[in-house]
């Protein structure tokens, strides 16, 4: 009796077992079902997606570079890390570039990782990101491209160094990185002549570098401007007083107050401009420092008269 009683007991449990397995196994499928359904039902990623993994690079560049229209969207984001990883540099610059543009800091680290790319144009690209997401980190890639050094023992290698100083890829990428630098609008095509005729030593590149340069608070940084705004080429003085007037630091007046005689008339005012800032930044400092700081009340009665009306 009492072992009929337990079988039957026995039985139960594992019949309610086996329909709560049942259960739960159809509401995974239904839930396999309405995701895949939801993702067929969504023409627009299924675009995008079906264009990232198309054989053309130009095609696979073209969907990148759309996703940089897609801000404050994981999905744009994990799309975007895995084109970082692309075998075509075009494509991986476009990832890095759509990142920055998305403000993505869930990728700091594979932007990161990207600064060690053999193609200088996807480090320049994952640099520019990691600027947008106002990481230090670019600081250091573009002083090391610039000056074909690095700030201090950490970071890069010496293969990477040799990666990025590399002045055949200075040169391929000088154009597209400087052609928007122009000093001023009424003189656009003689800067653009400048840097076509020096194009062979990257002056493109090199004038893009030192306007990014304007904002990296290392001294050492200040220093290498104020040796640019003595360069021979004067797109570079140009861009290094910019750079300088940016920076906003009265201790490199001293340094460029030697291009208000410049032979060109765009660096005569563009010291002019870069002075009158400096001069301005540093009565603001010296303001600053006077300005006399309120009393705190010491003593009880001091701070019971001082709080009453």
């Known amino acids: 009796m009492i072992r009929r009683f337990l079988k039957k007991k026995l039985n139960r449990r594992a019949l309610r077992r086996s329909t709560l397995i049942i259960v739960i196994k159809l509401l995974i499928n239904t839930f396999t079902v309405q995701a895949c359904a939801q993702t067929a039902a969504d023409p627009a990623w299924s675009l995008l997606e079906a264009g990232l993994t198309q054989k053309s690079s130009a095609r696979r560049l073209t969907a990148v570079q759309n996703l940089s229209r897609i801000p404050n969207n994981d999905h744009a984001i994990e799309l975007a890390e895995k084109a970082l990883k692309d075998k075509n540099s075009g494509v991986r610059a476009a990832a890095a570039t759509a990142l920055g543009l998305m403000h993505a800091s869930a990728a700091d680290a594979e932007l990161k990782q990207a600064l060690k790319d053999k193609n200088l144009a996807v480090v ?33 290698i010496a293969q990477e160094m040799k990666i990025l100083h590399d002045p055949k890829q200075l040169v391929e990428m000088g154009v597209d990185e400087g052609i928007g630098f122009v000093p001023f609008a009424g003189d656009g095509w003689e800067a653009y002549q400048t840097i076509m005729k020096d194009k062979k030593d990257g002056a493109a590149a090199k004038a893009a570098l030192v306007a990014a340069l304007a904002k990296d608070p290392d001294p050492r940084t200040g220093k290498l401007l104020l040796i640019v705004n003595q360069n021979h080429n004067w797109v570079l003085r140009v861009a290094a007083l910019q750079a300088i007037a940016k920076r906003g630091d009265p201790v490199l007046l001293p340094g460029i107050e030697l291009r208000l005689s410049d032979s060109k008339r765009e660096v005569r005012y563009a010291a002019a401009a870069t002075i009158i800032r400096l001069e301005d930044a540093a009565k603001e400092k010296t303001a600053g420092a006077k300005m006399p700081t309120a009393e705190v009340p010491t003593r009880a009665s001091d701070r019971q008269s001082t709080s009453t009306p």
Do not use: Q, W
Not at 133 to 154: H, M, Q, S, W
């Open 124 to 156: 320049m690209a994952a640099a520019h990101a990691l600027s947008l997401l106002n990481d230090p980190a670019c600081y250091d890639v573009y002083y090391a491209i610039f000056t074909g050094a690095r700030k201090n023992d950490e970071g890069m």
